[in-house]
């Protein structure tokens, strides 16, 4: 080229990774020109490590383990929301009360159940009266609670195990419906 002569005209390419616009007329394969930094090898293994959690989380079971037992669907849905029930491989009774907002399951030594008190809000019966937690009121001893999950709508329940109870409450309760 001599000096007369005007250079020819520079294609403007654009900023570093983008193609020339002949080159991306033509279709042709796509050569990134900038290169890739180490963030999108880290972020790719990050997200594939959030996917394999994720699905480990999603794919497992829950469902309780030994010593927890099914309590069965009778039991669960008795229509006044207490029932006495006795867990295979168990000596003891258990008392189930499922009437309140909270299902929650006391080692029971009594001959029938108490009833759940709309009126006072108490577990009564004619020995005596409980709090929903299980503290007894009026001298009446407090129940020990038996751990409970609740696992996709079904209630486990660990009868080997009782939490212990709280103190008595030495004030009568007035009851409403023993």
Not at 59 to 78: C, F, S
Request: glycine share 12%; proline share 12%; charged share 20%.
């Amino acid at each position: 080229m001599s000096d007369d002569e005007t250079p020819a005209e520079q294609p403007d390419f654009g900023p570093g990774g983008y193609l020339p616009d002949r080159a991306s007329r033509r279709a042709r394969k796509i050569v990134l020109r900038a290169p890739m930094g180490i963030q999108w090898v880290i972020g790719s293994l990050v997200v594939g490590v959030v996917v394999v959690v994720a699905g480990w989380l999603a794919l497992r079971d829950t469902t309780p383990q030994a010593p927890y037992v099914e309590v069965p669907a009778a039991v669960v849905d008795a229509p006044e929301g207490v029932a006495i029930w006795r867990p295979d491989g168990t000596t003891g009774e258990v008392l189930v009360v499922t009437g309140s907002n909270r299902p929650r399951v006391f080692a029971w030594e009594g001959t029938e159940p108490p009833v759940l008190c709309s009126e006072s809000g108490l577990l009564e019966a004619p020995g005596g009266a409980w709090r929903l937690t299980g503290r007894g009121l009026g001298g009446t001893p407090s129940l020990s609670e038996h751990p409970l999950v609740v696992d996709d709508g079904v209630l486990y329940v660990d009868p080997t195990t009782t939490i212990e109870a709280p103190a008595p409450d030495p004030d009568p309760a007035p009851t409403a419906c023993s």
